[in-house]
């Protein structure tokens, strides 16, 4: 009977660890679906078609030093936290009209969670 509540258990655990964030995995789907392309992330990331986005969780939208934004993603006064994140690489041209950026894959919940839990482990200090 004992060994069964134990099995139980560990089947019931199961969905929610392979819900939580994985930086590990966010940085892989960062690669895969070419967010390397217009973006850097880490330490001596540059500006290129993107803005680099190191540090970007908690930063004020537009505000990336030396990089041209919209005038619309500038005046926004978003701020990049968890959920506009989510909402932006859900789709953001919904989120912000007139932006730059270009990107329109369809993304799983599970994977936009992993994508912000790697720009979140990409802020030194």
Same mark, same amino acid.
């Given at each position: 009977m004992m060994k069964w509540v134990i099995a139980a258990g560990l089947v019931l655990a199961a969905p929610f660890s392979a819900s939580a964030q994985d930086a590990a995995a966010g940085k892989e789907l960062f690669k895969k679906l070419t967010c390397t392309t217009c973006h850097q992330i880490g330490a001596g990331a540059k500006n290129l078609a993107g803005p680099q986005l190191t540090c970007v969780v908690g930063r004020a939208a537009g505000s990336a030093e030396g %990089?041209? %934004? $919209? +005038? +619309?993603? @500038?005046? $926004? @006064?978003?701020?990049? *936290?968890?959920?506009?994140? *989510? @909402?932006w690489i859900t789709n953001p041209k919904a989120l912000v009209a007139g932006t730059k950026m270009i990107f329109n894959r369809k993304t799983e919940a599970a994977d936009r969670a992993n994508l912000i839990a790697y720009l979140k482990s990409e802020c030194p200090g």
């Open positions: %990089y041209t %934004y $919209s +005038g +619309g993603l @500038k005046e $926004s @006064k978003l701020v990049w *936290d968890e959920a506009t994140l *989510d @909402k």
